[in-house]
């Protein structure tokens, strides 16, 4: 298995033209090459319908073509733009209808689970169309969409809400659930929209490219996570102790901008949503990046050493803030799109919806509940404190990132593929 792990972190990792077949061959090696050649960029055959005598189709309309992925791509990105589940929405929205408190955090549970669905059925669906491609672009693209969305959503709410109390004539919960029924209509069922075109075009290209005949034959089991290697569970620990220094700090940035630096409301708000809006722009430039250097592991190595340097800013000094969050912003845009691809590098096709569901859910279960410490640390300890546990969260990440990296090298080693580990003739790493 860990042969099979190994081998397949390279080729997917490797651009196109550098992919070398020369490690050992074992049944593993064998299912990837399966696996590799039923992937969306080619069927079985190495063909694609338009080359078949008599069916020529249009670069838009051939799934092996690059211009009718990027129709493809804006139909992902379009995807999270919305991103809230339709039936979150209208619960949460009924419940500030009603004025019922209880309502509303239903529907915040509800979102919770349609979102991150969504959201692994994008990652899932970005590996498929983009694996040995642009993938690192791809994912940065996707969180750029998603950063857009939310600013877009946080810039026009109040506008709506304003529009509909206007035209109510008065201001109460009854027009908090209009606008939110109106904020419904036009993210959520537009990014449905996308899902059944994106649902229709990818059903399209298995039988266009006629995937079903490359299948392995392999079954989606839920006990798929007993043979997670140890390369995935050292990204789900990167991810956990990463994300949870910076949702959890960001959710209470605020109030320390105020406490420790002294900014005003206004300007705190505007320095919290830097790293956000800092992602927008930075992580296509930096997925873009990523792919054409490849070593993912080192630009997440990069990204967390960074990260942690800007919090250790905010905790040690009293340098201007911006500085620190400017550094988290660009730190954060390069984890996110060089982290989450890595796990199509290690994991079988079968499995990719497993391990991102898998990787969510740890991630979600560490932000409850170093959530929950945060504020508890906040509450009886101070700012200082909660920093230092934020570099010890991201100390965690650190090490794990040691040892991903130490273990390719160590694997590659095993197999008489050193070079390839450290990136000499191979970009992998
Ligand atoms: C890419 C990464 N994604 C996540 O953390 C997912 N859990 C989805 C989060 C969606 C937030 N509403 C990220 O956002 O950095």
Redesign the pocket.
Known sequence: MTQFHTLRWRVYSLPPQRTRTTCPRTKYNNMTDIEERQSLLGNVNGESEAEEPGKQMSAISDPTRLLHRIVVLIFMCFL?FG?LSVIYVVIFAAGALLNRFWLMEVGRFVFGIG??S??VAQ?TYAVNWFKGKELNLV?GL??SM??LG?TVNMNIMGWVYSRVADLIGSKGPSTLGTALMIGTVFTCFFSLVCALVLGYLDRRAERILKKEQGKTGEVIKLTDVKDFPLSLWLIFII?VGY?VA??PFIGLGQVFFIEKFNFSPAEARAINSVVYII?APASPILGFLVDKTGRNVIWVMCAVVTTLAAHMMLAFTFWNPWIAMSLLGVS?SL???A??PMVAFVVPDHQLGTAYGF??SI??LG?ALISMAAGAILDNRGYLFLEVFFCACICISLIAVVVLYLVDFLQGKDEGAVDVTFGLDFRVL
Do not use: K, T
């Open positions: 999270g991103e979102g991150e969504l959201s990652n994912f996707q969180l998603a950063r939310s991810c994300y910076i949702f992602s954060y984890l996110a799109c982290l989450w990787m969510q991630q979600n932000l």
